[in-house]
């Protein structure tokens, strides 16, 4: 018995033991990231270090720290006014000897974040500073922003793969009749196709002809900016027959980018910075390529936003949904309460909004549109500024505004609605389960989710989706005065690209954030465009998290290599359309959302999307 119990104390005091080395540890990181925060480092000569290992974004999602301590891989998110503040901050600071983009795990944008970036960099690259790029292969959205630079590098086992806009998407029809489960599908809008994987096996012909015509439209862009930036690129030949140009080239891809002015040097990463230490000063003492080195969240950090001005600025980024939630999702709670706060803790002029959002509730969007009407109804100019996505619910918080901005690339429109409710009666008799009981009107128990709908129930809905439908059509009509027959005729779900939306009248101008801020000062009759953001700002624990994540070498980006870039973008699609479907199902009934909109920006399925993902691999025995 005595042997037992020393055993036992034995292993009490080792897990004790581990407990606080763990927590030691834990301490430690978080005085290590409290003192790298309140330390800024001092900026010094040498290149500025651009490593894109994620995707751009207009508003990052907050790092949770039990994901962090859970060992979860977490993805960096580049929040787009950051971007384009340290490129043209640097443009200008002798400090920074040259620009180097490394684009080796970038995780994509949407087209008209893209050319932002690209135009940043050329801005930068024609004011004589240099800009140098590597990748070890390039697809389209990183060769979008490649483009820019005054030397593109890949290594000499990599190249370019050009795959352009479009692909297949998942249709859950035949999957949900397998298992029993009804959707119940409401919806108005011939284009409105973000249900049609619910009640199709394949791509409906008017699906087809708004895809062919949105696609077309973006990668006639795509290949405007690229020839544009890079002139001597033959680029239509890898757009048309690219496998022909590698035979003649015996396989050797990035030998053919180089002959056909694609890229302008090969070599590896130690060749590269060997070069960039050319212009950025190195020391033959240090490790092979070792070249000075000015760290992007350190040059950030020492670049803040100018002090607080009398311009709101409120960020509607992500998806639109009820309730309250973190940076990164457009939780109509969360969003309203902040401009509603702003509005009474700052004396404010004029609101920018900034939109970068596919939409999703309703309830939700409107939510936020009311509280921008409060700052019209205080007298305050409403500028809106479209980033890469304002569809659907995107749009529908848009239509307070005096002005709409928006880039040529911006994707916008899906005027439509849509519901649906999954009940599950076919699935229950498949295993011999059934519902009976008593109703005392035609609406008792409904919606019935494991009994089945009424025809009542369903007639309802479907007027309450044609009502808001009409809500829709009157606030667009309202605000861009045009008579509703023909919004209707531009609206019924269907998506345009902002070039085309600008003929459409669905917005002004072309330009971004910076345009809207001068617009919004000049509507406002004040001196200066200088914003106040009114954003959530994160807790002690997000904070901990973030600069914890920060430090962390462990890289989750996209592979380095072009045809496991390809493949993995594909895999982050499927996850990303899986779970949609799973939320569709789950989460609010009514809509105003995108969802094929999505698959056109950054990579970047959520993590219990990716379980989903490996959880179906795993059934079908892939």
């Known amino acids: ?114 050319g932002e970036v690209q135009a940043a960099l050329l801005r930068a690259r024609t004011a004589g500073k240099p800009v140098l790029v590597y990748a070890t292969a390039y697809t389209d959205g990183a060769y979008r922003i490649a483009s820019a630079g005054s030397e593109i590098w890949t290594n000499t086992l990599g190249g370019t793969m050009f795959a352009g806009p479009g692909g297949n998407q998942l249709f859950y029809k035949g999957l949900i009749d397998k298992l029993g489960i009804n959707a119940h599908v409401y919806r108005v809008g011939k284009f409105k196709s973000a249900v049609e994987p619910y009640t199709r096996t394949d791509q409906s012909p008017a699906a087809r002809e708004a895809s062919q015509a949105l696609y077309g439209a973006l990668f006639d862009q795509w290949r405007e900016a690229v020839s544009t930036a890079r002139p001597r690129a033959q680029l239509a030949s890898w757009l048309t027959n690219p496998a022909q140009l590698i035979a003649q080239a015996r396989g050797d891809v990035s030998r053919a980018n180089l002959a056909t002015g694609l890229v302008d040097k090969l070599g590896d990463r130690v060749a590269f910075n060997r070069r960039v230490a050319q212009l950025a000063g190195g020391d033959e003492k240090k490790p092979a390529g070792w070249f000075r080195t000015i760290g992007y969240d350190a040059y950030v950090a020492a670049n803040p936003v100018p002090a607080k001005g009398k311009i709101g600025v409120l960020t509607i980024a992500g998806e639109i949904v009820d309730g309250e939630g973190g940076p990164g999702k457009a939780a109509g709670d969360t969003v309203s309460k902040l401009l509603y706060d702003g509005l009474a803790e700052n004396d404010l002029k004029a609101l920018v909004v900034r939109v970068d959002s596919p939409g999703g509730s309703v309830m939700a969007s409107e939510k936020i549109r009311l509280a921008i009407m409060e700052a019209k109804r ?197 996850a990303a359309a899986l779970g949609d479907a799973k939320r569709m199902l789950t989460g609010a009934a009514v809509r105003v959302q995108c969802l094929e909109c999505v698959g056109l920006g950054p990579i970047a399925a959520r993590a219990e999307d990716r379980n989903l993902w490996q959880m179906v691999v795993a059934r079908v025995g892939l």
């Open 1 to 114: 018995m005595k042997l037992v119990r020393g055993a036992w104390k034995l292993l009490v005091g080792i897990k004790d033991a581990l407990v606080l080395v763990a927590m030691l540890l834990f301490f430690a990181a978080i005085f290590a990231a409290l003192n790298a925060r309140q330390r800024p480092a001092t900026i010094g000569d040498g290149a500025l270090v651009l490593e894109l290992d994620g995707p751009i974004v207009e508003q990052p999602e907050e790092v949770p720290l039990t994901a962090l301590l859970s060992g979860q891989r977490i993805g960096k998110q580049y929040r787009l006014r950051d971007v384009l503040r340290a490129i043209d901050t640097a443009r200008d600071d002798d400090r920074v000897k040259a620009i180097v983009v490394d684009l080796d795990r970038f995780g994509g944008g949407y087209p008209a974040v893209l």
């Open 378 to 574: 205080r007298g305050l100019p409403i500028v809106v500024s479209m980033g890469g996505l304002a569809a659907s619910g995107g749009y529908w918080v848009s239509t307070p505004a005096d002005v709409i901005f928006a880039e040529p690339g911006t994707i916008t429109g899906s005027i439509g609605i849509f519901g649906i409710i999954p009940t599950f009666e076919n699935t229950l008799a498949k295993i011999g389960l059934s519902t009976d009981g008593v109703k005392t009107t035609p609406l008792s128990g409904q919606p019935d989710v494991l009994g089945g709908t009424t025809p009542a129930l369903d007639s309802i809905v479907q007027a309450g989706i044609e009502h808001g439908y009409l809500q829709f059509l009157t606030r667009v009509s309202q605000s861009r005065k045009l008579p509703i027959a023909r919004v209707d005729e531009i609206g019924q779900g269907r998506v345009w690209i902002g070039g085309v939306a600008h003929q459409l009248k669905l917005v002004d101008r072309f330009g971004g954030l910076d345009d809207a801020l001068r617009e919004a000062a000049k509507r406002a009759k004040l001196d200066d465009a200088q914003p106040v953001w009114l954003e959530k700002k994160p807790g002690f624990t997000a904070q901990i998290a973030q600069q914890i994540s920060n430090q962390d070498d462990d890289d989750a980006g996209a592979p380095a290599d072009a045809l496991s870039r390809l493949t993995w973008q594909r895999q982050q699609a499927f």
